[in-house]
């Protein structure tokens, strides 16, 4: 089993930045693809960003290419999203999500496990 749990959301002004974290507990981390969604209110979730398990396969979102940049690091266990220009619409609690597959990685049920979420606000 892996726990996830988020970090590093917050408020932001438009056009700023903001790196959020992802810590896996578990030494199988390295197995598993990755992924970062985000959930507005009355909104659906929406993928944001997938990263295989070797890291060499990155998918990203239409609203956020560009912008983020989704990363990891297997040695710590740790998953990032560095986002960049964010805009008022980027407003919502991200996720992250650990896939035991590495395909379908766009789709929410392609994740076996879930975090609690992180808020990001930006305010125009």
């Known amino acids: 089993q892996v726990q996830l749990v988020e970090s590093g959301g917050g408020l932001v002004q438009a056009g700023g930045s903001l790196r959020l974290s992802c810590a896996a507990s578990g030494r199988t981390f390295s197995s598993y693809s990755m992924g970062w969604f985000r959930q507005a209110p009355g909104k659906e979730r929406e993928f944001v960003a997938s990263i295989s398990w070797s890291g060499g396969i990155i998918v990203y979102g239409d609203s956020v290419k560009g912008r983020f940049t989704i990363s990891r690091d297997n040695a710590k266990n740790t998953l990032y999203l560095q986002m960049n220009s964010l805009k008022p619409e980027d407003t919502a609690v991200y996720y992250c999500?650990?896939?035991?597959?590495?395909?379908?990685?766009?789709?929410?049920?392609?994740?076996?496990?879930w975090g609690q979420g992180t808020q990001v606000t930006v305010s125009s």
């Open positions: 999500a650990a896939a035991r597959g590495e395909y379908n990685l766009a789709y929410t049920r392609a994740y076996d496990y």
